[in-house]
């Protein structure tokens, strides 16, 4: 996208769009290609507990992730680890991660995606798939057009079970 052509994007709280599944409340905040954002970023605050999203990869676009309070468990290709308030990860393109509410915990997450593409239909899809008024086949059906390509990790899986 040209410089010249990006312009401001405010999104007021009282107007920002929320979805939510039995762990996490997400506030969508801008979404890449609506109202002139040039990314996409969103917060989402989980429960304890909470899943997250299973291993997964992105092909265009790096996941930033800032820990806004509590406690975030992340995988990093193999790596698992814990942020905490004010700690911030950068994942590039073709790198699997996952992440859930670290154990005990709950966590308060700014997501940002860039370059941005639209993928606020992707997390009100999850949502529905979540609350049980849409199929899982759905979300693994849109992985090209949301750029959410799932992966098995069994350091991920065994982090989890080890959580339970």
């Known amino acids: ?15 920002a769009e929320t979805t939510s599944d039995p762990s996490s409340v997400m506030t969508l905040l801008a979404d890449s290609g609506t109202g002139g954002s040039p990314l996409t970023t969103y917060r989402s605050q989980f429960t304890e507990g909470a899943v997250g999203a299973p291993a997964h990869f992105h092909t265009r676009a790096s996941e930033l992730f800032f820990v806004i309070g509590g406690s975030l468990q992340v995988l990093v290709d193999d790596e ?22 670290a154990p005990g915990a709950e966590a308060d997450v700014l997501f940002v995606f860039t ?5 606020f239909d992707y997390l009100r899809l999850l949502g529905r798939v979540m609350r049980g008024e849409a199929s899982p086949q759905e979300i693994k059906d849109s992985s090209e057009r949301f750029d959410n390509h799932y992966v098995d990790s069994p350091v991920w899986r065994a982090a989890l079970e080890a959580n339970r």
Request: glycine letters at 4%; hydrophobic letters at 50%.
């Open 115 to 119: 370059p941005g593409m639209p993928r």
């Open 1 to 15: 996208m040209n410089a010249a052509a990006l312009k401001p994007v405010l999104t007021r709280a009282a107007d």
């Open 80 to 101: 698992v680890t814990v942020l905490d308030e004010g700690d911030l990860l950068l994942v590039p393109p073709h790198t699997p991660h996952a992440f859930a509410a």
